[in-house]
């Protein structure tokens, strides 16, 4: 009887709300680096690697030793967490005598600096970029903008 009555006592009472801590943050997904032999190969035997931009009306091609090599050079050791915030820029392949060896995804924005690769379709490797990467990236990008920018002026001025 006695717990009857403080039952319905406490039904009178507001109540008040439950304080919880969010869950914890998940830790962002991460794959394995691309192995060491893979890119010893791409840097001995490379013969092309291309960007797509998916937002940029411009694409690159490289196809010189010296050039593939520092290409090659832009994928860290360090293996790179899957940010789902993180929006990829572009697709990347690197070719040996025209046969595609190693190819997906590279993001590069504010806070996602990284190449996810491919087999099969499937996410396989991740692996960060270098700081030559982040330079290189940010040199290609701000010349394709002024190149367009000097194209439209070229052809406001006609």
Known sequence: MLVLILASCNQDKPTQPIATT???????ATLPSVPLADLEKLWQEGTQVDYIFYNYPFTMSLSEKPAVQSAVRH???APAPLKPECKAMGRVTYQIMGEITLEGEFFFNQGCTYFVFEKNRVKTYA???????IKYFNGQIQQAIQLQKQMEQGGAQQ
């Not at 969010?22 to 962002?28: E, F, L, M």
């Open 127 to 133: 692996n960060y970029m270098t700081d030559d990467a």
């Open 75 to 77: 994928i860290s050791e």
């Open 22 to 28: 969010p869950p914890p943050a998940t830790p962002a």
